[in-house]
């Protein structure tokens, strides 16, 4: 095998890979984009840890057919960048629909969430939801809140106990 046609199969089985793995796949037509923009996307999606790659169709394409993701094909028309998210479904798609807010010419095409197609009205659902950070917060307020009830409680307890004991001795002290 030639070094072009080794590194054509090597891209396909990352991106095969990728698609395979992720939770959340979202795929993007990035026209419109300059540098600067690109990079602060890049950016944003790194630090929510997405990794956005700029693919060949052809190759995303051979990748799909080997996952069973045959609806992806007509998809794959004119530049094409993939999102994949392997731990967060709603952080890619919160970031990548305020970047389709804010550009005229940034358009999604489709997602792949854990393994099937979903198109942009989906995406657009999921980015409507709040992110995993929130989710946990709350499940954490949810634990705190009756912990700290039950410390207030007992020491409410406590204090009703010093008050008590403090008017026994100022009753002791006046009737010494």
Do not use: C, W
């Amino acid at each position: 095998m030639n070094k072009q046609r080794e590194a054509k199969v090597a891209t396909t089985q990352e991106i095969k890979d990728k698609l395979g793995t992720s939770i959340l796949s979202i795929l993007a037509d990035y026209r419109g984009l300059n540098v600067a923009e690109m990079t602060k996307l890049r950016r944003q999606l790194r630090e929510a840890g997405v990794e956005f790659k700029v693919v060949k169709n052809t190759l995303t394409a051979r990748a799909a057919r080997e996952l069973g993701l045959d609806g992806l094909e007509p998809h794959l028309q004119g530049p094409t960048a993939i999102a994949f998210s392997a731990t967060d479904p709603v952080a890619p798609a919160k970031i990548l629909n305020e970047v389709v807010r804010n550009s005229k010419t940034f358009q999604i095409k489709v997602g792949v969430l854990q393994g099937k197609i979903v198109g942009t009205n989906e995406i657009k659902a999921l980015s409507d939801l709040p992110s995993r950070e929130q989710l946990l917060a709350k499940v954490v307020g949810g634990f705190q809140a009756p912990l700290s009830g039950l410390v207030n409680v007992l020491a409410g307890n406590m204090r009703n106990l010093v008050y008590a004991l403090d008017a026994i001795r100022k009753q002791k002290e006046a009737a010494a």
